[in-house]
């Protein structure tokens, strides 16, 4: 009789039944995952690209974090220092005093009036009633400026050009304008902001030997601020950065586009309507270049 092979189907022959008995049961993986069920992996199932990746962020991620988080540190207490190291500014109004004296001017001067107010504002500190003394995105503008190299020479707030005019006068440099900011915050924690309106508008020159507000509108205008109309008070409000360039009796074309600038910024911050801006522009300056002591009573 000739030899037979190996049994078939479920004969206790067949290798492939024995080694079914062995091997724990399987179920065929998706394409892409990864694990092995058999012994529990919780990845089974998972994409290598899902719980491959780490967990924890990078070393160079964690370095930055500890570095901005230090940076923050050092400036909040470089910030506190600066701010103790800087003189008070109670004596503010009597600062004033001392310079509307030396100049001859009336102490203190007239409320400022709503016309004034808001033409100074929108020129020079669009932000005044909302700042702490200082203007966080002004000074983060002129820094890019300066790294830029276009020399962008604005930012400084009303606050810290009251602080300029009463402690640092003629003061230059990195160094007085850091201190003028941390007065101009001191100013602000000290003083409303009518009151800083007011010492502002007393002291301020205007050009043309007027010191103040009261001078600088009976001077030009032959008015007291409270009878200012809107392209004089726009006028006034436009000397306070170049008081002797744009001086309105000496040279009247360049006053008459710091007047235009003006008018442009109170329409820009919504104060007035476009239309307005066109008739007050149009209506005649009556400059009279008077002493400029005639009616501050």
């Known amino acids: 009789m000739a030899a037979q092979g190996p049994a078939w189907g479920d004969a206790p022959g067949n290798p492939r039944t024995a080694r079914m008995g062995l091997d724990a049961p399987t179920v065929p993986l998706a394409y892409g995952a990864t694990g092995d069920p058999a012994r529990g992996d919780p990845d089974y199932g998972q994409d290598p690209g899902g719980w491959a990746r780490p967990r924890r962020p990078r070393r160079w991620l964690r370095w930055i974090i500890a570095v901005i988080m ?171 950065q170049g008081p002797s360039a744009d001086d309105p009796i000496a040279h009247p074309a360049r006053a008459r586009g710091r007047e235009a600038h003006v008018l442009g910024r109170l329409v820009s911050t919504g104060k007035i309507t476009r239309a307005r801006s066109h008739a007050a522009f149009a209506q005649h300056l009556p400059l009279v270049g008077g002493s400029g002591h005639g009616c501050t009573s």
């Open 70 to 240: 230090a940076l923050a540190v050092l400036s909040v207490a470089t910030f506190g220092v600066l701010l103790l190291v800087t003189p008070s500014v109670h004596d503010a109004p009597a600062l004033v005093r001392a310079i509307d004296r030396a100049h001859h001017a009336a102490y203190p001067g007239p409320p400022v009036p709503r016309l004034f107010a808001e033409s100074l504002v929108a020129t020079e500190d669009h932000r005044f009633y909302s700042e702490p003394g200082v203007d966080v995105f002004a000074i983060a503008r002129v820094a890019a400026a300066a790294v830029s190299g276009h020399g962008d020479q604005g930012g400084a707030t009303l606050y810290q050009q009251l602080a300029k005019m009463l402690y640092t006068p003629g003061g230059g440099g990195i160094r007085a304008e850091i201190e003028q900011v941390m007065l101009g915050i001191k100013l602000d924690l000290g003083y409303p902001k009518a009151r800083i309106l007011r010492m502002y508008a007393d002291v301020a020159y205007f050009g043309h030997g007027y010191y103040g507000l009261a001078a600088a509108s009976c001077g030009y205008f032959g008015t007291v601020p409270a009878g200012l109309t809107l392209p004089e008070a726009a006028t006034l409000a436009g000397l306070v």
